[in-house]
């Protein structure tokens, strides 16, 4: 009997899940604090996710009172080696780049080195004038009126960008950097993950240094993220996850082909959950900014007439909860990613999976509540 490809593929598919259900990888963590409840929780949550999801991998962690608790690694980081994922497995970060470079911004402000409300052309003149003058605030806001992608397909060469850049400020401004704004500056919220490129490019013109060398070197350095690095394509990156996506049929594929050294301070970062629970414990307790700037990055801006936008500088703001909570989502080729922050509880938990396409709020969020005692 002839087996057709996508036969073959769904049943490799549901063995694949067969295993998924039975195989947990549970790796190191720094601390065991977590208790034996609410582990069977975050367990028995991220497997019911990943079986009716079709998720192939996820890490997880968590941090609770201010300390890095527990991490986990659940299903496969590579499906066609059999390689399981753990804590240590590396994810495309993507939006989630944005609060690591927010935090070196406001690091440089912090210093004295960063006029948040200068024109943005002090500190990065290879972004031209433009009608109205531009801020590294309305940058880090989304309120600059700087376009995000031009389209949202893979056909996008920006979306699916295949050139690689040695520099990831130079080649990122040459996408858009010539065009018009979108809107006045400071009149309306408009993501732009292109906007992180002016505030890195700004990061390099007050600090005197390339970008990412300033943040490895002044924020994961200091928050212990010894891990986390740009996805560099070419190099070879141990605990790289493979990057799947899901067609319609169900059929797990290999995500569409990305090259993000054009964007790597609005989105081309790879970490793991340990190194990225390290960066909320790292907030939570003053180790790269104080309480002063941490505060103000985590405070919701304003358009010029007064509305609040639900986003700080750099992080996402929201009391969906009952309490205040922070954090970022991110989602590009082969990833869903999102962490999540209760800065009244110092907890907070981080999700990364190496899938497009899934809804990793919402397992972030089903983490939240059971560190919050809603769990049950």
Partial sequence: ???SRNHHARMLLTKTFIVLLLLETVAFSQQSNLSAE??????????KFMAANSIPGV???????GEYEWSGGFGMADLENSVPATSYTLYRLASISKPITATAA????????LDLDAPTQKYCPAFPLKDSPITTRQSLAHLAGIRHYKGDSQE??????TRHFDSPIDGGLNFFKNDPLVAQPGT???YSTHGFTVAGCAIEGASGQKYVDFVRDNVLLAAGMTHTRPDDRFAVIPYRTRFYSKLKSGVLVNADFLDSSYKVPGGGWLSSAEDMARFEVAMFND?????VTRDLMWASQKTSDGKETGYGLGWGTGKDLGVVDVGHGGGQQGTSTFIMMIPDRRSG???LMNIDGADSSALATDLIKILLGAGK
């Fill in 287 to 291: 180790r790269v900014v104080n309480h």
């Fill in 1 to 3: 009997m002839r087996i």
């Fill in 38 to 47: 609410k582990r069977t929780q975050i367990e028995y949550a991220v497997n």
């Fill in 156 to 161: 996008d060469p920006e979306v699916g960008n």
């Fill in 349 to 351: 938990v981080v999700v």
């Fill in 59 to 65: 890490s997880v962690a968590i941090v609770e009172n």
């Fill in 106 to 113: 406001m690091l440089l402000w912090q210093r004295g080195k």
């Fill in 188 to 190: 309306k919220f408009n």
